[in-house]
């Protein structure tokens, strides 16, 4: 089932991407659940109170729960659509090769860094929690232990050295 989208809706699926860690996955869960038993019913309640006050057109109170519904149930699909189609990335041990899931430790420029790449629901650059879609992720995939990747950034070419996958 194809998500509703209203104009103002932004894409908070991810853009099609549904790689998504099983710790992620399980938040999801939780939170969906919390939605449809606890916080929908709430707001179906609160709807149906405002409505018994009559004319709508004039309800601002009916309007603002009626909209508060909406993004409920929004987010409801978004969520059911996510779990439905979920990829759920394998927890990594030390691996050969880079993969989504790895954590990768990597010199560029005199520095060290560690990324860690999952899908795009769960990027979190501060991190070092960077998507399998980004341009150092997708470079970086496949790629073994020693080897010199040649990204581009900012219209650069950067070299980055694999020194250890997690």
Known sequence: MQIPKRRYD???SGAGDYHISANKAAEYKQELERLKKV??????EEVAEHAKLGDFSE???YQIAKGKLRGTNH????LDDILNNAIIIPECGTGDCVQIGSKVTVKFNGRQKV???LGSQETNPAQGIISH???I???LIGHKKNDEVNIEINNKPVKYQIIKIE
């Open 10 to 12: 932004k894409n908070d």
């Open 39 to 44: 916080i929908r019913p709430r707001q179906s």
């Open 59 to 61: 309800n601002a109170a």
């Open 75 to 78: 987010r409801i699909l978004v």
């Open 115 to 117: 990324f860690q790449i």
């Open 133 to 135: 879609l980004s341009p």
């Open 137 to 139: 992720g997708a470079a």
